[in-house]
């Protein structure tokens, strides 16, 4: 069973804007902070924002002021509002439950590419 399918990928030019979304399944979302991770070639996965079901956001230096993360907890969605891109943001990523004790198998992910 699919629990985490993220979307929104692409090829995006440095200072362009792109708006990534994941939907999680019941189990995973529910009363949980959701967060986003990405991974970029040779390199590990990193935390880049995380939300609680109350709506607090925190995000990694990199990308605060840039990204903006946000939920629908009707929905189960989780989103990344990425502006002003730099190519250093070039990985794939991913969401899960920000907690490993709630998260769920990692799903496929979602490109980023940021041409200079």
């Known amino acids: 069973q699919v629990q985490l399918v993220e979307s929104g990928g692409g090829l995006v030019q440095a200072g362009g804007s792109l708006t990534l979304s994941c939907a999680a399944s019941?189990?995973?979302?529910?009363?949980?902070?959701m967060a986003w991770y990405r991974q970029a070639p040779g390199k590990q996965r990193e935390l880049v924002a995380s939300i609680t079901s109350g709506g607090n956001t925190n995000y990694a230096d990199s990308v605060k002021g840039r990204f903006t993360i946000s939920r629908d907890n009707a929905k189960n969605m989780v989103f990344l509002q990425m502006n002003s891109v730099i190519p250093e943001d070039t990985a794939v990523y991913y969401c899960?439950?920000?907690?490993?004790?709630?998260?769920?198998?990692w799903g496929q992910g979602t490109q980023v590419t940021v041409s200079s």
């Open positions: 019941g189990s995973i979302f529910s009363r949980n902070a």
């Open positions: 899960n439950a920000l907690s490993s004790r709630f998260a769920a198998d």
